[in-house]
């Protein structure tokens, strides 16, 4: 099977079947027409396909105007987004349903890993979201009712799956596809009452919102893009808000994950107006204190966090929704120490880091490796480089154990914080043994911009 294509650019260039000279001679054709010149090569082309470098506003001009893309995208929605190739999420409502888990369920072995959706259509979705009510659901009862025995199973069996241990978990992708695929089928038959369609949309969306998670900690960003369309079409149509929030707030991690904080916000606020549970509330509080540290914004960082622990520490009469019933003052300790270490407060946030990580169970070890490296990241901010070598060889022991890249991806990251300490004992050893499995780099991960800022470790 061919890699992975990385970069928008690779995609919309092989859409029309160029080589990288061949686009360059297309761009320098498109710059003669106004009279100018292109000055791109191969080689600049290459850095671009690589993120090693983002081409000028008049390169991307000459981009557009070379693949036949209207130039008014690249100033509206921003380098790569307006390149070809990103898809707009299908609306919501009930003749969408079906269409969007059909269509999610087809990209478990899509290559486009780099893909998501832009900021404007996450944006349009979560919006239409907040203000479209679902229709009615009519009574189908076309041929025989499907069996709620069957249903009760499918639920029970889902609710075991996700349960398991984290170590376990890593085996258990394709039995939620399957799931997920049966569950489509009984809602695209049509024979079942009211109540049971409700019950199959919202397995639907818990369903697809978990695969979801698998493809994202993959790094099949593309896919899971899908599939939490998919999980909001379905929760919209089961009338479950708060569901609908947690995948918007799923939507939000994405976008932060991926070095766009700024496309995080607006749906976090949406799916806040809508959500109930304090829980919930506490999770896309934090999630937005996040995207908020990033782009330092202190003050609203602040607020979102004193507004997560509030609702963390509220009495609530229900359960928590499945989607957020983990949250907890680990996940508030360490996640608030990773906003004020985004801040430059690197002696505090370690100090809440470190008491997340006390609290967490050993059930999570997922999140315990992505913790670990938070902590790994302050350590190194205060030059504490033998601890943060530990700490760090830890997550990455978990993760290859465990199956989790998404963390491999996080100690990747690392790597070059430590390359100016290679006379320190183990560093060494320990960068050969990144390069041993070194694989091309993910366009963007939540400590590149960091690691590349000013005063960074």
Known sequence: MNDPIRHPLVYARKLRGLSQ???????????????????????????????????????????????????????????????????????????????????????????????????????????????????????????????????????????????????????????????????????????????????????????????????????????????????????????????????????????????????????????LIHARHPSARSLLFLRRARAHAALGERSACHRDLSAAETELLSDATDPAPGWCAWMSAADLAVDSGRCLLDLGHAEEARARIDEGISLLPRTRDKTRGIFLTYEAHSLLRSREVEQALAVTTESLDLAERIGAGRCVTLVRELAPAFKPYRQVAGVSAFMERLNAGEREPAPAGPFRSLLSRPGGV
């Not at 079906?98 to 890993?113: G, I, K, P, S, Y």
């Not at 009510?133 to 025989?144: D, H, S, V, Y």
């Open 21 to 271: 000279t061949g686009l360059a001679l297309r761009m320098d054709k498109a710059a003669r027409r106004h009279g100018l010149r292109s000055g791109a090569d191969k080689q600049a082309i290459s850095k671009w396909e690589n993120w090693l470098k983002e081409p000028n506003q008049d390169s991307q001009c000459w981009i557009a105007e070379a693949l036949e893309v209207p130039t008014a995208d690249v100033e509206s929605l921003g380098w790569p987004y307006w390149l070809p190739g990103y898809d707009a999420p299908l609306p919501l409502g009930p003749v969408f349903t079906v269409q969007a888990l059909r269509e999610a369920q087809r990209t478990a072995m899509d290559r486009r890993n780099f893909m998501t959706y832009s900021a404007a259509a996450l944006a349009g979705l979560s919006a239409q979201w907040a203000a479209i009510e679902p229709e009615r659901l009519t009574m189908a009862l076309n041929g025989k009712a499907v069996d709620s025995e069957l249903v009760d199973w499918l639920e029970d069996t889902s609710a075991q799956l996700t349960a398991l241990p984290t170590e376990q978990r890593q085996h258990t992708s394709k039995l939620m596809d399957a799931h997920l695929e049966t569950v489509t089928d009984l809602i695209d038959g049509d024979n079942h009452n009211e109540a049971t369609r409700r019950r199959l949309h919202l397995l639907a969306a818990s369903l697809a919102s978990t695969c979801g998670w698998h493809r994202f900690d993959q790094g099949h960003h593309y896919a899971a893009g899908k599939l939490w369309n998919a999980a909001l079409t379905s929760a919209h149509a089961a009338h479950d808000r708060d569901l609908g929030a947690g995948v918007l707030s799923d939507f939000g991690y994405q976008s932060i994950w991926l070095g766009e904080p700024s496309a995080a916000v607006g749906p976090l606020g949406q799916a």
